[in-house]
C-alpha cells in the first residue's frame, strides 16, 4: 500500500534498531520522557496471560490531545510474527474488543501490517500490528480526538507512511 507522505507534518527520525524499522511521528507530538514510558510499562493492565505489552516510545501532541504509542508484544507459544498477530486478533476475539474494530491487512514497503480502526468514546484510533525483519512485532496505537481527526489525517497518514526498514541495521543495538 502507498501512503502520500508530507515531510513538513513530520517530526524526526525514530530509529529501532533491534526491531529494523523507523519512522517519523508527526510534527509537534513531543516525545515523552523515559521515566513516563517506564511508568506506562508498569501500569498496563495485561491483556491477556499470553502476550506481553511493552511501551517503548510515547509522543503526546500537546494541543490537540493526540497519542502515539509504539509498544513491542510478546507472546507465549507463537513462534512467528504471522502467528503472533493471529494470536492477537483470537485475544481481541475472545474478549468481545474485536466487535467495534474494522480490520485491513497490506504491505508497506514489504512489511505485513494488520490495522485495526476503531471509533468510540469521541476518539479514533489506529492500531498498526507490524511484523518487523527482525521478527518481531510492533503495535503502532494512534489515537486522536474525534473533533480533530480530519486535521489529523494528513499527519496520521504521513507518519503511517514514514514507517519503513532499516535496511543496513545490524540487529545487534538495543532500543527502548
Known sequence: MAFDVDQARLGGVVEMPAHAIQFQPPVGWVPLPEEEVTA?????????????VQPRHLFVDPEGGSLLSVS?????????????????????????????????AFLKDGLRVTQLHEQRDGRVRFTLLLETPANTVLRFDYVIPRERYAEELRSLESSIGSIEPIVDS???KTDR
Open 72 to 104: 513491542t508484544l510478546t507472546f507465549e507459544g507463537a513462534p512467528t510474527p504471522a502467528e503472533q498477530v493471529a494470536l492477537y486478533w483470537q485475544m481481541l476475539t475472545e474478549t468481545g474488543q474485536a466487535q467495534s474494530l474494522e480490520k485491513a
Open 40 to 52: 506506562a510499562r508498569s501500569s498496563l493492565p495485561p491483556l491477556d496471560a499470553r502476550v506481553q
Open 170 to 172: 545490524t540487529l545487534t
